[in-house]
Protein backbone atom coordinates (compact mmCIF):
# COMPACT_ATOMS: atom_id res chain seq x y z
CA UNK A 1 0.00 0.00 0.00
CA UNK A 2 1.54 3.04 1.13
CA UNK A 3 4.67 3.66 3.79
CA UNK A 4 5.43 7.19 5.26
CA UNK A 5 8.66 8.32 6.85
CA UNK A 6 8.88 11.86 8.25
CA UNK A 7 12.22 14.18 8.29
CA UNK A 8 13.28 17.48 9.62
CA UNK A 9 13.01 17.43 12.75
CA UNK A 10 15.82 18.40 15.34
CA UNK A 11 16.38 20.94 17.81
CA UNK A 12 15.50 24.54 17.20
CA UNK A 13 15.69 27.82 19.95
CA UNK A 14 12.05 29.22 20.51
CA UNK A 15 11.34 31.35 17.79
CA UNK A 16 13.14 29.60 15.30
CA UNK A 17 11.43 27.50 12.16
CA UNK A 18 11.75 24.07 10.87
CA UNK A 19 10.04 22.33 7.88
CA UNK A 20 9.52 18.76 8.45
CA UNK A 21 8.88 16.35 5.15
CA UNK A 22 6.36 13.53 5.31
CA UNK A 23 7.63 11.11 2.24
CA UNK A 24 5.39 8.29 0.76
CA UNK A 25 6.25 4.91 -1.11
CA UNK A 26 4.63 1.93 -2.25
CA UNK A 27 1.85 1.32 -4.45
CA UNK A 28 -0.19 4.76 -3.52
CA UNK A 29 0.99 8.20 -4.30
CA UNK A 30 0.31 11.57 -2.15
CA UNK A 31 -1.92 12.02 -5.14
CA UNK A 32 -4.02 9.59 -4.52
CA UNK A 33 -4.68 9.87 -0.45
CA UNK A 34 -7.31 12.02 -0.08
CA UNK A 35 -6.14 13.59 3.26
CA UNK A 36 -2.94 13.64 4.81
CA UNK A 37 -2.54 14.40 8.37
CA UNK A 38 0.38 15.81 10.87
CA UNK A 39 -0.13 14.79 14.38
CA UNK A 40 2.32 15.38 17.49
CA UNK A 41 3.00 13.80 20.82
CA UNK A 42 4.27 15.50 23.68
CA UNK A 43 6.34 13.54 26.46
CA UNK A 44 3.76 12.01 28.67
CA UNK A 45 0.43 13.32 26.46
CA UNK A 46 -1.99 12.24 23.98
CA UNK A 47 -0.99 12.03 20.27
CA UNK A 48 -2.94 15.56 19.02
CA UNK A 49 -4.34 16.67 15.43
CA UNK A 50 -2.07 19.57 14.41
CA UNK A 51 -2.68 20.12 10.67
CA UNK A 52 -4.36 18.11 7.66
CA UNK A 53 -4.46 19.11 3.80
CA UNK A 54 -6.80 17.49 1.19
CA UNK A 55 -6.17 16.50 -1.83
CA UNK A 56 -7.69 19.52 -3.20
CA UNK A 57 -5.48 21.59 -0.78
CA UNK A 58 -8.24 22.16 1.43
CA UNK A 59 -6.34 22.61 5.06
CA UNK A 60 -7.26 22.68 9.11
CA UNK A 61 -5.05 22.98 11.70
CA UNK A 62 -5.52 23.59 15.31
CA UNK A 63 -6.07 26.94 16.94
CA UNK A 64 -2.72 26.46 19.29
CA UNK A 65 -0.78 26.60 15.89
CA UNK A 66 -2.75 28.86 13.22
CA UNK A 67 -0.05 31.49 11.93
CA UNK A 68 2.29 29.90 12.78
CA UNK A 69 2.77 26.23 10.46
CA UNK A 70 1.70 25.98 6.93
CA UNK A 71 1.08 22.49 5.84
CA UNK A 72 1.62 21.51 2.20
CA UNK A 73 1.81 19.04 -0.57
CA UNK A 74 3.96 18.25 -3.67
CA UNK A 75 2.14 15.85 -5.48
CA UNK A 76 5.55 15.88 -7.63
CA UNK A 77 7.80 14.82 -4.86
CA UNK A 78 5.05 12.56 -3.02
CA UNK A 79 5.66 14.48 -0.09
CA UNK A 80 3.65 16.61 2.41
CA UNK A 81 5.41 19.35 4.64
CA UNK A 82 4.49 21.13 7.61
CA UNK A 83 6.80 24.79 7.81
CA UNK A 84 6.43 25.81 11.11
CA UNK A 85 7.62 29.04 12.20
CA UNK A 86 7.76 31.14 15.42
CA UNK A 87 8.17 27.83 17.55
CA UNK A 88 7.37 27.81 21.33
CA UNK A 89 8.67 25.25 23.62
CA UNK A 90 5.34 23.66 23.87
CA UNK A 91 5.87 22.66 19.93
CA UNK A 92 8.27 20.29 21.65
CA UNK A 93 7.06 16.54 20.51
CA UNK A 94 7.41 13.89 17.94
CA UNK A 95 5.74 14.31 15.03
CA UNK A 96 3.70 12.28 13.19
CA UNK A 97 2.08 11.61 9.24
CA UNK A 98 -0.85 9.69 8.83
CA UNK A 99 -2.69 8.90 5.77
CA UNK A 100 -6.36 7.66 6.14
CA UNK A 101 -6.51 4.76 3.51
CA UNK A 102 -9.77 3.26 5.61
CA UNK A 103 -7.25 2.16 7.42
CA UNK A 104 -4.64 4.32 9.40
CA UNK A 105 -1.02 4.42 8.02
CA UNK A 106 1.02 6.25 10.55
CA UNK A 107 5.08 7.54 9.93
CA UNK A 108 7.32 6.57 12.61
CA UNK A 109 7.43 10.35 13.42
CA UNK A 110 10.56 12.76 13.83
CA UNK A 111 11.30 14.88 17.01
CA UNK A 112 11.22 18.06 17.50
CA UNK A 113 12.74 19.67 20.37
CA UNK A 114 11.92 23.94 20.95
CA UNK A 115 15.01 25.24 23.58
CA UNK A 116 13.92 28.30 25.87
Known amino acids: QVQLVESGGGLVQAGGSLRLSCAASGSRTIFSINTIYWYRQAPGKQRDLVAS???????NYVDSVKGRFTISRDNAKNTVYLQMNSLKPEDTAVYYC????????WGPGTLVTVSS
Open 98 to 105: KADLGFEV
Open 53 to 59: ITRTGST
